[in-house]
């Protein structure tokens, strides 16, 4: 990664996923647009690792139960080798909300992957995109 020369741009970006029906899904951080979406498993196009030269810093994850009780986690997948679980098996019904605000790092290679094991939830993640390149 490219040490930050006082260059580039720093933008407050957000991606989301309306009804992710018991799944895992990984957060596509945009490639050069850093837009922000979300990819379900199955979908293996995209960019689901922060690109070189950007630094990723997310702000907040914020899960909302639409319907049937399950678990909720997050995970870091670490320089495309080794999953570091950020929450797990958090518990949540219909109706609720779980915010995770605690910030979180990420730097090119790594990745952010979510799972419910609830029958639908919607996710929200909010990050600054870094761009030094």
Not at 48 to 72: F, Q
């Amino acid at each position: 990664m490219t040490i930050p020369s006082g260059s580039g741009s720093e933008v407050l970006r957000n991606a989301s996923i309306s009804v992710n029906n018991n799944n895992t899904a990984k957060v596509d951080f945009g490639g050069t647009t850093g837009t922000g979406s979300v990819r379900t498993s199955g979908n293996t196009s995209g960019v689901v690792a922060v690109p070189t030269d950007v630094i990723i810093t997310v702000l907040n994850i914020t899960v909302h139960g639409r319907s049937g009780t399950g678990v909720i986690q997050c995970d870091i997948n670490w320089q495309g080798s080794t999953d570091i679980r950020i929450f797990n098996e958090q518990s949540l019904a219909p109706n609720q909300t779980y915010v995770y605000s605690d910030k979180i790092i990420l730097r090119e290679g790594d990745g952010l992957k979510l799972y419910n094991s609830a029958a639908s939830c919607d996710w929200t993640i909010n990050f600054i995109y870094q761009d030094w390149s």
